[in-house]
């Protein structure tokens, strides 16, 4: 069974850094490229950055360019996601997804004073 | 960017009854590989997302068959053929053909 973990959540004021991790099981976690996707209070889905299997590319909107980076270990199974100079639109649960295939269950940020 | 949107926003139907729900993209969804990446998603209340369908028209796994989806390369319709309980929250299409991915604002179903 597919199974995605995420951990790291929280509140944290604006400007400040987060790393959110998600610990994968089920599958070959070596074989598919992860993508982190966000949702907002009531509001709908975003995409929030992609790797591939390698780890080799990764791809953003230019909502979070320059502020996020999403990594991965494939030794330990587990997908990363860096979250630097945060703001208050940045509040929201986000999902770590099997390509959006499956999905974690999510962890909730917060980002306010 | 693509822009999908969803009609109707919300929709009430009830049990055993049909429901459809369209997505209209503002470029073609067809790939070069002779692909649609067109997905759509269910989240219940209260919890994750799920795959119900991928590439237009291909039924996720343990999705049950009263879920359908047809389409061409702009315009698609999810159909949801006797309404059950279990259907309820909110639907999103989606993308995947080329960055940033984006999705639909979404649609609501609830029941009579």
């Known amino acids: 069974e597919v199974q995605l973990v995420e951990s790291g959540g929280g509140l944290v004021q604006p400007g400040r850094s987060l790393k959110l991790s998600c610990v994968a099981s089920?599958?070959?976690?070596?074989?598919?490229?992860m993508t982190w996707i966000r949702q907002a209070p009531g509001k709908g889905l975003e995409w929030v950055a992609s790797?591939?299997?390698?780890?080799?590319?990764?791809y953003y909107p230019d909502s979070v360019k320059g502020r996020f980076t999403i990594s991965r270990d494939n030794a330990k199974s587990t997908l990363y996601l860096q979250m630097n100079s945060l703001r208050s639109e940045d509040t929201a649960t986000y999902y770590c997804?099997?390509?959006?295939?499956?999905w974690g269950q999510g962890v909730m940020v917060t980002v306010s004073s | 960017d693509i822009v999908l949107t969803q009609a109707p926003l919300s929709v009430s139907v009830t049990p055993g009854e049909s429901a459809s729900i369209s997505c209209r993209s503002s470029?073609?969804?067809?790939?070069?590989?002779?692909?649609?990446?067109l997905y759509w998603y269910l989240q219940r209340p209260g919890k994750s997302p799920q795959l119900l369908i991928y590439q237009m028209s291909n039924l996720a796994s343990g999705v049950p068959d009263r879920f359908s989806s047809s389409g061409s390369e702009t315009d698609f319709t999810l159909k949801i053929s006797k309404v059950e309980t279990e259907d309820v929250g909110v639907y999103y299409c989606g993308h995947r053909l080329e960055y940033p991915n984006t999705f639909g604002a979404g649609t609501k179903l609830e029941l009579k």
């Open positions: 470029k073609s969804l067809l790939s070069s590989k002779g692909i649609t990446s």
């Open positions: 089920g599958f070959t976690f070596n074989n598919y490229w």
């Open positions: 790797i591939t299997n390698t780890g080799g590319s990764t």
């Open positions: 997804t099997r390509a959006t295939y499956y």
